[in-house]
Nanobody, 123 residues
């Protein structure tokens, strides 16, 4: 099994910054695409940013230019640097990882989610 644990959420004023981290652990063989998603009350979960194993990134239009996703492959950790935060960025942020994990002597695909971390931006 692969576990993802987010950290770094909190309360910040408009215009402030936060850095989220998502640490992956378990019987990981490789991590391919990883991403950050968010869900605000009463809304559907949406993609915020995604990064592939090759380093290609894509962002939601609403965060492009303000948020930066990065990964530290040696630590199996991904980050989301969030700058110029707005009240509409308030949500629970989740990380998602996809890749291959060891199951005994075989490898199997995994698609795991973290438990989420709350980000609240006050106006």
């Amino acid at each position: 099994q692969v576990q993802l644990v987010e950290s770094g959420g909190g309360l910040v004023q408009t215009g402030g910054s936060l850095r989220l981290a998502c640490a992956a652990s378990g019987s990981i063989f490789s991590i391919n695409a990883v991403g950050w998603y968010r869900q605000a009350p009463g809304k559907q979960r949406e993609l915020v940013a995604r990064i592939t194993s090759g380093g290609s990134t894509n962002y939601a239009d609403s965060v492009r230019g303000r948020f930066t996703i990065s990964r530290d492959n040696a630590k199996n950790t991904i980050y989301l640097q969030m700058n110029s935060l707005k009240p509409e960025d308030t949500a629970v942020y989740y990380c998602n990882g996809q890749g291959l994990a060891w199951t005994g002597i075989r490898r199997a695909e995994f698609d795991s989610w973290g438990q989420g971390t709350q980000v609240t931006v006050s106006s």
